[in-house]
């Protein structure tokens, strides 16, 4: 995720664009922004004199494309970018290990669960306990799956391991 | 109709091309829609969500391949032109998408096999000469894994449940299996494709398809049917009667409104 600026001269700009990024929020997990979800895949300024922002889709059905999109135009606008071109990039498909450290502790602390490598531990964001129980492998949204504490019998989203 | 069927030795043209990503776009809309018709209906909510997650997965994917179906034919028709604006005899799902939801069971039977072959093709595909294509599936891939850990765990379930349940999917895995020749066996377009890398052979996905199959089955304590004959020709048009009612639902409001948008 590092930006491939063309210039020397192109990297002030590079990092605003990055630093307006950081702004646009997840629709579905409004704590979690676009960049800390691992879904801003380049920000380029090009020959054209565009800056090039790709963009990868957590699924491919994703219903929140279509607004991260517009979101992103509205904050770089809002920074007087409107020269912008965005580009979908398919290759590599995107991760759930491409979400930032950061964005793991803002999700467990908005009440998300994060499957963490090995597969399968899992813990309460409530109680921390160990002790869950799927209920679904599907969720509210298409990044999540649906549990159940054991302990503290809270029910509560995790983001799937894709 | 048949001209796809009849291929040419040389290189690929843009009309062989649209009609071989046509095969994989609409066998994911058509499935998408079939289980969208769960919506509100299924026995438990979790499951509710799970179907229309995976139309939606289902949906996400017949919208790139149309994209791009649309970009190699050159025609100017876009994805929502591609969906809504075609009758049956254009549209190239295999056969068994199409088929009615049934009980839980039957649907859970239809798409354990369409799952599990959809795994194996996307995951030859990402080595596809044709880089877009190998892009969707790498995409398309995890997804559809993703759905098989759902419907294989509940072939497992019903399939070694109460008897009700177990004659339910025996019986519906056994109405369903002679659509299954069709996913397997290659025509013309198919072997075209795979003599330039575009797609793998499909003696190759049968072998890996029937291997998971087995196993799951095996688990599921269910018997697994006889080979079946191939009389079905959805990829190349030739539809059950179920297609066109299902088009007539999904299609209703563009064909009365023609480019209406939210």
New interface residues.
Partial sequence: MVAAATSPAAEPLVRRVWQALETVMDPEIPVLSIVELGIVRHVRLREDGLVHVGLTPTYSGCPATELIHRSVREALLGQGLAAVVLETVLWPAWSSEWMSEQGRQKLEAYGIAVERAPAGRIACPRCASRAVERLSEFGSTPCKAHYRCSACLEPFDTFKCI | MSSAAECTAGAVSAEERFRYLLRLADTSLVLGQRLGEWVGHAPAL??D??L???A??????A??LLAYAGQVEGRGRDEDQLAFRRDAPEFFNVTLAEQPNGDFGQTIVRQALLDAWQVELYHSLIGSTDEQL???A???M??CR?HW??SC?WLVRLGDGTEESRARVQAALDGLWRFTGELLTPDALDAHMASHGIAPPLALIRSRWEARLAAALEEATLRQPPPAYFPWHGKRGVHSEHLGHLLTEMQHLQRLHPGATW
Avoid: H, T
Avoid at chain 2, 56 to 61: H, I
């Fill in positions: 979790e499951e969500l799970a229309a997650n995976i939606l997965d289902l949906f996400g994917q919208r790139l190998a892009n969707i790498a995409k398309a995890k997804e993703y850990r759902f765990g």
